[in-house]
């Protein structure tokens, strides 16, 4: 697989990783068995950049990618995760005090002494802005902690003020056919940078993949229910924040640009890799086979200049003006 790298993360990984959210809750039960399954296949593949959270299923999801790692071996896999989202939302939860109690939990979950890298998990928008925060997150790497840190954002400007910030390893932001005011601003300054740029949510919740339908009906544990309006988080999160019919609209605009031999959800991630910038994709699976077609992306060609022109016409008709100046 083609590996990439960002001056300030110091490290290479390939251009398709795995997010771990499916592995831990939110969108419906995944036994232990699939999730090592989903894990190993992904591994098999190429795939060495996986991304987790402290909050997905309250640290199931990195207690499997701890296991996995012992099963395996972590020898050349880079773990990401993240951490803040298990408490109230406030800035001030955001202090030295719980960054070490927060750490100390995801290091032994994934059973190692210094993660790869942390990422603030969509915290506050105040919080970018605090030095003490980050002069936190700077003794964190001095003790060896961490290797390097990160932010997980929701809108172009918090991610801007984070690359401003002279350590900052990474910045992860939702990025797809659905989304892409980052195109704009972000990428050209995170490559200025040197900073990581982390595509997630990159299938739109799975309506870039292009197998839902109308009819097609979600578990009440899975956000793509329950989060439709953003009752438990912020909207964009769910279908990137695309009413879930014009998405479906969406779709079928871009189902003709799909390459001979490729899938609708390999299309979509291979426009995503083919930005400048970008240094990881990370798709989510439910099962081994979903992992290794979505690896399987990486090895398309660059999509061609008219195909690039018309995902921008069908944003820029359709979804533009649902989602652009929200993000």
């Not at 056919?177 to 949510?201: Q, S």
């Amino acid at each position: 697989m083609e590996q990439r790298n960002a001056r300030r993360l110091g490290r290479q990984v390939g251009v398709v990783g795995l997010g771990c959210w499916q592995l831990g809750a939110d969108w419906g039960q995944v036994e232990e068995s699939d999730a090592l399954a989903v894990l190993h296949a992904a591994a098999d593949t190429g795939v060495d950049f996986f991304d987790t959270a402290d909050v997905y299923g309250d640290g199931r999801s990195e207690t499997l990618v701890g296991k996995f790692l012992r099963e395996r071996g972590d020898a050349g896999i880079t773990v990401a995760t993240k951490m803040g989202r298990r408490v109230d939302q406030v800035p001030e939860n955001y202090s030295r005090e719980n960054f070490l109690a927060w750490n100390d939990r995801s290091r032994a979950n994934l059973g190692v002494d210094t993660l790869d890298l942390v990422q603030l998990h969509c915290p506050p928008t105040p919080v970018y802005s605090t030095d003490e925060v980050f002069d936190a997150l700077d003794e964190m790497v001095e003790a060896k902690r961490v290797a390097a840190y990160g932010v997980s954002v929701e809108t172009a400007e918090e991610a801007l003020t984070a690359i401003a910030r002279p350590n900052v390893a990474s910045v992860q932001i939702i990025l797809n056919a659905f989304r892409l005011k980052p195109l704009e601003r972000v990428l050209p300054a995170a490559a200025e940078a040197g900073v990581a740029v982390i595509a997630r949510v990159p299938l739109a919740s799975g309506l870039l993949s292009g197998k839902y339908t109308r009819s097609t009906e979600f578990g009440a544990d899975d956000h793509r229910n329950y989060n439709r309006n953003g009752d438990a988080f912020d909207v964009g999160e769910t279908f990137s924040g695309v009413p879930y019919e014009v998405g479906l609209e969406a779709v079928e605009r871009l189902r003709p640009l799909v390459p001979a031999g490729a899938t609708m959800a390999q299309f979509a991630l291979r426009w995503i890799v083919d930005q400048p910038g970008v240094t990881v994709v990370i798709p989510g699976a439910r099962n081994a086979d979903q992992a290794r077609a979505n690896s399987a992306a990486a090895d398309l060609a660059p999509l061609p200049e008219d195909v690039r022109n018309e995902v921008r016409a069908v944003y820029d008709e359709l979804v533009r003006p649902l989602v652009h100046d929200r993000w």
